[in-house]
């Protein structure tokens, strides 16, 4: 089983900076981590990933602004925001697989932890 915490979520102002930690309890390894974010009546959607291998995957919209990175010893994943921006609003969630490959049934979520982006 993998148990996800995150923190770091908050208020931040336009163009300001906000990092979220996850912390992972996991009785399996985990391949790949990574972070979501759904705002309201918007679908959920991938902010970015990082596998074992250190690569990382973004989405487009984050691109240049945002930074995920992983701490193996610790079993964590990181996510530095940069020049946020109020369309950043969202509920961001901490996310783990512990297959190689996408598997429904080996795939973890945090609760999530909220991040607004407001003057």
């Known amino acids: 089983q993998v148990q996800l915490v995150e923190s770091g979520g908050g208020l931040v102002q336009p163009g300001g900076s906000l990092t979220l930690s996850c912390a992972a309890s996991?009785?399996?390894?985990?391949?790949?981590m990574g972070w979501y974010r759904q705002a309201p009546g918007k679908q959920r959607e991938l902010v970015a990933t990082?596998?074992?291998?250190?690569?990382?995957n973004y989405a487009d919209s984050v691109k240049g602004r945002f930074t995920i990175s992983r701490d193996y010893a610790k079993n964590m994943v990181f996510l530095q925001m940069n020049s946020l921006k109020p369309e950043d609003t969202a509920v961001y969630l901490c996310?783990?697989?512990?297959?190689?490959?996408?598997?429904?049934?080996?795939?973890?979520w945090g609760q999530g932890t909220q991040v607004t982006v407001s003057s």
């Open positions: 996310n783990a697989q512990t297959a190689p490959y996408s598997d429904s049934s080996r795939t973890y």
């Open positions: 990082i596998a074992r291998s250190s690569t990382a």
């Open positions: 996991a009785s399996r390894f985990i391949f790949t």
